[in-house]
């Protein structure tokens, strides 16, 4: 299964931007970068993905290194409402979705 | 639209008895299909997967099996519980890997 790392947990004030990096160096040409987040008790929620080129949505952007070995998600004004675990998956030839353990995103007032 | 519809919400079994979770999607046809598992305060493991009518991947061996009889129901089995098959159990669909996967809403189950 394709493997991705990301911080623990990071700290974000309110209304500022909020940069969540995650490594992928064993990525394969196809592999496909999904970011999803979740709540406590809830399923995960989709945010972002994209493939080589830097993606905007109305909820985040996704930014590509250019080896594609790593990507950020930005939040661009975190508001409390965001606080929850992110999680940057690879989705592979085979339409598996593998997760990783996330990034707990505490956001302070 | 789409929806995917899990049940139920909350579940307490004694071990050694069975389990049948169960999952349909509505608004799309020929979904793939998939069950995953969260023990407390951990990520999401994929146990198994299904791109269509009576075909199943199994991701890591287990106490669990999963069946898919019809195009848009995927069901999670278990013909006798362990303590460690607690969890939190999540059905999610998608059309194809390049779009985004949809989850349910998730059984939490507490094996006593």
């Known amino acids: 299964d394709a493997k991705t790392t990301q911080p623990n947990s990071m700290e974000s004030n309110e209304e500022e931007p909020v940069h969540l990096p995650c490594n992928h160096s064993?990525?394969?040409?196809?592999?496909?970068i999904h970011w999803y987040r979740q709540l406590p008790s809830q399923g995960p929620e989709y945010v972002i993905h994209g493939l080589t080129s830097n993606v905007n949505n109305r909820m985040a952007s996704l930014a590509i290194a250019e080896d594609r070995k790593s990507s950020t998600l930005i939040l661009h004004r975190a508001t409390l409402r965001d606080a929850a675990v992110y999680y940057c998956?690879?989705?592979?030839?085979?339409?598996?979705?593998?997760f990783g353990t996330g990034t707990s995103l505490t956001v302070i007032p | 639209s789409q929806t995917i519809h899990q049940w139920p919400a909350t579940l307490v079994q004694p071990v050694g008895s069975p389990l049948s979770l169960e999952c349909t999607v509505e608004g799309t046809s020929n979904p793939n299909l998939y069950w995953y598992r969260q023990a407390a305060g951990r990520g999401l493991q994929l146990l198994f997967y299904s791109i269509g009518i009576g075909q199943i991947s199994s991701e890591v061996p287990q106490n669990l099996s999963a069946s898919r009889p019809q195009d848009r129901q995927f069901i999670l089995s278990s013909k006798k519980l362990l303590l460690s098959d607690s969890g939190f159990y999540l059905c999610?669909?998608?059309?194809?890997?390049?779009?985004?996967?949809?989850f349910g809403q998730g059984t939490r189950l507490t094996v006593v």
């Open positions: 998956i690879l989705t592979t030839t085979g339409n598996q979705f593998y």
């Open positions: 064993t990525i394969s040409g196809t592999d496909y």
């Open positions: 999610a669909w998608s059309v194809w890997r390049v779009t985004e996967a949809f």
